[in-house]
């Protein structure tokens, strides 16, 4: 999948398939973030900041074990034209887990970015 960059260039949005078992988590939490959703909506977000296409096989899983763990609250709304859909919101919990989650991956992708980036040869022998 190719996403729109600012001045019309294109950049890919698939990301390695670890990266993302990592990260999408957290990432749904987020997509949460500013009130209820339903899956789709999530799917359709997350593709829209860049983070390639999700599948729903995947995602709903994710919903199902956080809702088990007290992070989302789940409701059923009526469709307006059509069936139903369930709601998922954060909880109270949902929202202490995302704050901290989102502290230690920030200190995990500066620490893992100033690794990378530094200039000073790694070492290839083993004390």
């Not at 709304?77 to 230690?104: C, H, I, M, N, Q």
């Amino acid at each position: 999948m190719q996403v729109k960059q600012e001045g019309g260039g294109e950049q890919s949005s698939e990301w390695p398939s670890d990266w993302m078992r990592a990260i999408l988590g957290v990432l749904t939490l987020r997509a949460l973030e500013p009130g209820p959703s339903y899956g789709y909506a999530i799917i359709a977000d997350l593709e829209s900041h860049g983070m390639g296409a999700v599948k729903g096989g995947t995602l709903y899983p994710l919903l199902t074990r956080y809702e088990s763990a007290g992070l989302v609250a789940v409701e059923w709304r009526p469709g307006e034209a059509g069936p139903g859909r369930k709601y998922f919101s954060l909880t109270d919990l949902g929202r202490s887990e995302l704050e901290r989650v989102r502290a230690e991956w920030s200190r995990f992708t500066s620490t893992s970015t100033e690794y990378l980036s530094s200039t000073t040869p790694v070492r290839t022998d083993t004390p």
